[in-house]
């Protein structure tokens, strides 16, 4: 049933999802790096 959902135009652009996509990334590469920088704090 295709008809059974809103009507959502922009959904289907390529790229729509860039902008959350690349927060995500960046706030695991941050958490990443904050444990990263934890274990050698504590190693060392």
């Given at each position: 049933m295709p008809e059974a959902g809103p009507?959502?135009?922009?959904?289907?652009?390529?790229?729509?999802?860039k902008a959350p996509m690349t927060l995500i990334l960046?706030?695991?590469?941050?958490?990443?790096?904050?444990?990263?920088v934890y274990a050698l704090i504590l190693i060392l």
């Open positions: 009507r959502e135009p922009d959904a289907q652009r390529r790229g729509w999802a960046l706030l695991a590469v941050l958490i990443a790096a904050f444990f990263l």
